[in-house]
Nanobody, 125 residues
Framework: QVQLVESGGGLVQAGDSLRLSCTAS????????MGWFRQAPGKEREFVAD????????YYVDSVKGRFTISRDNAKNTVYLQMNSLKPEDTAVYYC??????????????????WGQGTQVTVSS
């Protein structure tokens, strides 16, 4: 099981940008798909984006398409979430997640083997 640590959250205004980072421990990072989830106050944790183990394929929830970009640097054991044109509805705790095995992408909670601790993103209007 990989250990994940997020950073980069903060308080921003609508229309601004943030880049979240998630750094993983261990040597198996490059063998796992990675994803980002978020959880707003009073709501369930939802899928945001994921990226295949080599970075060649990405997938996004409709609400962030065209605004968010997930990427990874396997040499640095790091996955990123670039968030542009932020909206108040993007306010949430953002969690990075590693796939539970080499064979799955990260599209749902059941796909996750490891979670980061979360980083708060607050977008004011």
């Amino acid at each position: 099981q990989v250990q994940l640590v997020e950073s980069g959250g903060g308080l921003v205004q609508a229309g601004d940008s943030l880049r979240l980072s998630c750094t993983a421990s261990g040597r198996t990072f490059s063998t796992r798909a990675m994803g980002w989830f978020r959880q707003a106050p009073g709501k369930e944790r939802e899928f945001v984006a994921d990226i295949s183990r080599s970075g060649g394929n990405t997938y996004y929830v409709d609400s962030v398409k065209g605004r968010f970009t997930i990427s990874r640097d396997n040499a640095k054991n790091t996955v990123y979430l670039q968030m542009n044109s932020l909206k108040p509805e993007d306010t949430a705790v953002y969690y990075c997640a590693a796939a539970r095995s080499v064979y799955v992408r990260v599209k749902d909670h059941a796909d996750v083997g490891s979670w980061g601790q979360g980083t708060q993103v607050t977008v004011s209007s």
